[in-house]
């Protein structure tokens, strides 16, 4: 504070916290804190910024003193119930909502969105059924016709869709989905505007593609290069970006693939009402949305018509219920004949996976020693996948395999790690020495995970996808277990594709611990992992083929050659 004047160190730390910079940012602020403890707009700040760097109980300490210094501080309770679902404390951040809706100083929209929350890690089934059931009685409570109220979605009244969360179990959304969308629409006006213009194709086909993910993220990896093979003798192609849409390398490869002419990229502004005017200019034949649901403000755009046909696929494998959407593009491997009846898009069928996935890279190698190892599980996906019937699988595993070890990875922030690990010790069989979390590792030290492996456990209801592809790289096998759900069947479509004969594909629950076991213990597990890997090289990785037939399944769609 001696080089600078307080004043002049909180307009640093502001203009930190404008360019993103939070770790900064919140360095100062917390500076500042020393001298003036309960200064509102230090703490406030300083509370964004730990929002941003995932330090959620920092922001929740800050945000509380901010109440208890003023009870009726503007923003404070919506701000609070926020960081309290960002923990995952549902129950907790109800009662804040509710506390704000009394007292007349919590935006009105949080009269509906504090009955569509749905937690990360539910305690157990019975959990999952009550909120689910809340869910469903807020929709036909919107849905009613003497249900009156409307929201302003570019005045700060966005609604954040339970969407994604319901996927995360085994019950069919299909109808509530539909419902969700009838009930946003309801309360958003902007929803119902027509806004696609009917456009004869004249030269090339206009083609959308809509994600805030094009970077290093999962959407980036998986869509990328099957994006980059559009013909541009066929297709002119728009990439739409948010502004939310962090830098990284494969941001960079789709700024250098518009350097030459293969694509244009474009971002999108942050109110509705201005996003739709700028696609509307575009004048889109179609619109490919890789993921629905992801992010928040794209969830809506999709439930407009703003192309001919719109698409989307299994970037959050989850039908949508809109009648916006057309279609679901996904690979016949990974559907059966009852997969269609839980979508209200129709499947569009291809060959291969929609992707051209380019295969992952080490500079490390693994000994055979490592690669032969037995008795290793695990289960690295993201915490929110296990379910708590899933608890009682891995339990049984380890009651099973008495040399068994079963590792999972913890969230970056360790909220979910905190929850799960509450929920495994609520059952006595749970032991903390065999069922390792390990701390988030980086992409190389991942990969090596994945190949000294023994078998990856592909969690029911909601199974892997990325990970699956990355564990190819070694070739370590996956025990799965699908239902009719694409959600689950990703798995099963990927050892399809590669020709694997006999796939480790339970038929059960009990089918599914007797695999896993069984393949944990094989002595031919390095010779088995080589199997696989070269299925992967020839039928999985960089396929060019599914590139030509996304391609042909575009065109078809307007009969053009």
Same mark, same amino acid.
């Given at each position: 504070?001696?080089?600078?004047?307080?004043?002049?160190?909180?307009?640093?730390?502001?203009?930190?916290?404008?360019?993103?910079? #939070?770790?900064?940012?919140?360095?100062?602020?917390?500076?500042?804190?020393?001298?003036?403890?309960?200064?509102?707009?230090?703490?406030?700040?300083?509370?964004?910024?730990?929002?941003?760097?995932?330090?959620?109980?920092?922001?929740?300490?800050?945000?509380?003193?901010?109440?208890?210094?003023?009870?009726?501080?503007?923003?404070?309770?919506?701000?609070?119930?926020?960081?309290?679902? $960002?923990?995952?404390?549902?129950?907790?951040?109800?009662?804040?909502?509710?506390?704000?809706?009394?007292?007349?100083?919590?935006?009105?929209?949080?009269?509906?969105?504090?009955?569509?929350?749905?937690?990360?890690?539910?305690?157990?089934?019975?959990?999952?059924?009550? #909120?689910?059931?809340?869910?469903?009685?807020?929709?036909?409570?919107?849905?009613?016709?003497?249900?009156?109220?409307?929201?302003?979605?570019?005045?700060?009244?966005?609604?954040?869709?339970?969407?994604?969360?319901?996927?995360?179990? $085994?019950?069919?959304?299909?109808?509530?989905?539909?419902?969700?969308?009838?009930?946003?629409?309801?309360?958003?006006?902007?929803?119902?505007?027509?806004?696609?213009?009917?456009?004869?194709?004249?030269?090339?086909?206009?083609?959308?593609?809509?994600?805030?993910?094009?970077?290093?993220?999962?959407?980036?990896?998986?869509?990328?290069?099957?994006?980059?093979?559009? $013909?541009?003798?066929?297709?002119?192609?728009?990439?739409?970006?948010?502004?939310?849409?962090?830098?990284?390398?494969?941001?960079?490869?789709?700024?250098?693939?518009?350097?030459?002419?293969?694509?244009?990229?474009?971002?999108?502004?942050?109110?509705?009402?201005?996003?739709?005017?700028?696609?509307? %200019?575009?004048?889109?034949?179609?619109?490919?949305?890789?993921?629905?649901?992801?992010?928040?403000?794209?969830? #809506?755009?999709?439930?407009?018509?703003?192309?001919?046909?719109?698409?989307?696929?299994?970037?959050?494998?989850?039908?949508?219920?809109?009648?916006?959407?057309?279609?679901?593009?996904?690979?016949?491997?990974?559907?059966?004949?009852?997969?269609?009846?839980?979508?209200?898009?129709?499947?569009?069928?291809?060959?291969?996976?929609?992707?051209?996935?380019?295969?992952?890279?080490?500079? %490390?190698?693994?000994?055979?020693?490592?690669?032969?190892?037995?008795?290793?599980?695990?289960?690295?996906?993201?915490?929110?996948?296990?379910?708590?019937?899933?608890?009682?699988?891995?339990?049984?595993?380890?009651?099973? $395999?008495?040399?068994?070890?079963?590792?999972?990875?913890?969230?970056?922030?360790?909220?979910?790690?905190?929850?799960?690990?509450?929920?495994?010790?609520?059952? %006595?069989?749970?032991?903390?020495?065999?069922?390792?979390?390990?701390?988030?590792?980086?992409?190389?030290?991942?990969?090596?995970?994945?190949?000294?492996?023994?078998?990856?456990?592909?969690?029911?209801?909601?199974?892997?996808?990325?990970?699956?592809?990355?564990?190819?790289?070694?070739?370590?096998?996956?025990?799965?277990?699908?239902?009719?759900?694409?959600?689950?069947?990703?798995?099963?479509?990927?050892?399809?594709?590669?020709?694997?004969? #006999?796939?480790?594909?339970?038929?059960?629950?009990?089918?599914?611990?007797?695999?896993?076991?069984?393949?944990?213990?094989?002595?031919?597990?390095?010779?088995?992992?080589?199997?696989?890997?070269?299925?992967?090289?020839?039928?999985?990785?960089?396929?060019?083929?599914?590139?030509?037939?996304?391609?042909?399944?575009?065109?078809?769609?307007?009969?053009?050659?």
């Amino acid at each position: 504070m001696n080089k600078y004047s307080a004043d002049e160190l909180f307009k640093i730390a502001y203009d930190h916290l404008q360019k993103r910079n #939070y770790g900064k940012s919140a360095g100062l602020f917390e500076k500042l804190l020393k001298d003036y403890p309960k200064n509102l707009s230090i703490l406030k700040n300083l509370s964004h910024c730990y929002v941003f760097i995932k330090e959620f109980e920092k922001a929740e300490d800050c945000i509380k003193k901010v109440i208890n210094i003023n009870p009726n501080e503007p923003f404070a309770y919506q701000s609070l119930a926020s960081i309290l679902k $960002d923990q995952d404390k549902v129950e907790e951040a109800i009662l804040i909502v509710e506390e704000g809706l009394e007292k007349g100083i919590i935006n009105e929209k949080w009269e509906v969105q504090k009955n569509l929350f749905f937690p990360k890690i539910p305690s157990d089934r019975k959990d999952i059924i009550k #909120y689910r059931k809340k869910i469903e009685e807020e929709v036909e409570k919107i849905l009613d016709k003497n249900f009156k109220k409307k929201l302003d979605y570019d005045n700060d009244q966005i609604i954040v869709p339970p969407h994604v969360d319901l996927s995360y179990s $085994d019950w069919d959304n299909l109808e509530l989905n539909k419902k969700s969308v009838q009930a946003f629409k309801k309360l958003f006006k902007i929803l119902n505007e027509e806004s696609y213009l009917k456009i004869e194709i004249k030269d090339k086909i206009r083609i959308g593609i809509i994600s805030e993910f094009f970077t290093d993220h999962t959407i980036g990896k998986l869509y990328k290069d099957l994006i980059f093979s559009l $013909d541009k003798n066929k297709f002119e192609t728009f990439i739409f970006h948010s502004k939310k849409t962090n830098a990284g390398d494969i941001f960079n490869e789709f700024n250098e693939k518009e350097k030459e002419g293969i694509l244009k990229n474009e971002i999108l502004p942050i109110k509705l009402s201005e996003k739709i005017d700028n696609i509307k %200019k575009f004048k889109l034949d179609v619109i490919f949305y890789p993921d629905i649901g992801l992010s928040i403000e794209f969830y #809506y755009l999709a439930l407009m018509r703003l192309a001919k046909y719109q698409i989307t696929t299994f970037g959050h494998p989850e039908t949508t219920g809109s009648d916006s959407i057309d279609f679901y593009l996904i690979s016949k491997n990974c559907v059966n004949n009852n997969t269609q009846k839980h979508h209200s898009e129709k499947l569009l069928l291809m060959d291969y996976l929609p992707m051209i996935y380019p295969k992952p890279h080490t500079k %490390k190698k693994l000994s055979d020693d490592e690669l032969s190892k037995k008795n290793i599980y695990s289960c690295p996906q993201t915490l929110f996948k296990i379910h708590p019937d899933f608890d009682q699988i891995i339990f049984d595993i380890l009651e099973k $395999d008495k040399n068994g070890i079963v590792y999972l990875i913890k969230d970056t922030n360790k909220v979910l790690y905190k929850k799960l690990i509450k929920r495994f010790s609520t059952n %006595k069989k749970y032991d903390s020495k065999k069922i390792i979390f390990m701390d988030p590792l980086n992409y190389e030290d991942y990969l090596l995970h994945l190949g000294r492996s023994s078998v990856l456990l592909d969690p029911i209801y909601y199974g892997a996808g990325n990970s699956f592809f990355e564990s190819m790289l070694f070739g370590t096998p996956s025990i799965t277990f699908p239902s009719d759900h694409i959600k689950s069947r990703l798995v099963l479509g990927a050892y399809k594709q590669m020709e694997i004969k #006999y796939p480790p594909i339970a038929a059960s629950i009990e089918n599914y611990i007797e695999l896993a076991v069984k393949y944990a213990n094989r002595d031919d597990i390095r010779k088995l992992k080589n199997t696989y890997k070269d299925a992967a090289e020839k039928k999985l990785f960089n396929t060019k083929k599914a590139g030509e037939e996304f391609n042909k399944i575009l065109t078809n769609l307007f009969n053009l050659t």
